[in-house]
Each structure stands twice: as structure tokens, then as C-alpha cells.
């Protein structure tokens, strides 16, 4: 059973940074393919950003130029750097972990709240 635990949340002025962790048990962490989804309230979650096990990488248009996933397989961790934070930005941000044939696994999710 895969855990993700995330961290590194919290309230940060628009145009600010703040940097997610996700850490996560479990074999084969270094093939799965990571993500990081955030989901407002009324909502339906959404992708931010995917990492797989090649580091190939793929970003929601909104975040384009501004967040950066990247990952450690000695850690088993995965993180995103979010810079220049915008009001919309502010969510739920969950971690997710995707191997092959297996179903999808989620964190607990921390809140980010960008103030403008």
C-alpha cells in the first residue's frame, strides 16, 4: 500500500513562492509516474503537472512558466516549485502516484492560499 504524505502548504502574498513536498513508501517509486492535482471547493480536481520515471514532464497551460516539478528516487520524493503565485492559484494540492497497472494513489492534500 503507497503512502504520500504531502507538505510545504500555506498562505503566501500573490507573486510570491512557496514549495511543495510530497514523500512517498512503497516499491518502484522511481518508475512510477508522479503528479500534482489541486482541487478548489465546488471543483473538479485538476492536473497541475506530471513527472515520469524518464523525468519527462507536462504542465497545465495556467502553470506554464511559473511551477516546476521535479523528483528525488533516492528520497522517494517528489516536489513542485511554485513561483510567481496568483490568487487562482490558491487550492487543495494533492500528490498522486501512477504505476503501471496499478490504481492511482493520493495524498491527504495541503492547502495553498495565495492572498492578492
Known amino acids: 500500500q503507497v503512502q504520500l504524505v504531502e507538505s510545504g502548504g500555506g498562505l503566501v502574498q500573490a507573486g510570491g513562492s512557496l514549495r511543495l513536498s510530497c514523500a512517498a513508501s512503497g516499491s518502484f517509486f522511481s518508475i512510477a509516474t508522479m503528479a500534482w492535482y489541486r482541487q478548489t471547493p465546488g471543483k473538479q480536481r485538476e492536473l497541475v503537472a506530471t513527472?515520469?520515471?524518464?523525468?519527462?514532464?507536462i504542465y497545465a497551460d495556467a502553470v506554464k512558466g511559473r511551477f516546476t516539478i521535479s523528483r528525488d528516487n533516492a528520497k522517494k520524493m517528489v516536489f513542485l516549485q511554485m513561483n510567481s503565485l496568483k490568487p487562482e492559484d490558491t487550492a487543495l494540492y494533492y500528490c498522486n502516484q501512477q504505476l503501471p497497472g496499478q490504481s492511482a494513489s493520493w495524498g491527504q492534500g495541503t492547502q495553498v492560499t495565495v492572498s492578492s
Open positions: 513527472i515520469t520515471g524518464g523525468e519527462a514532464t
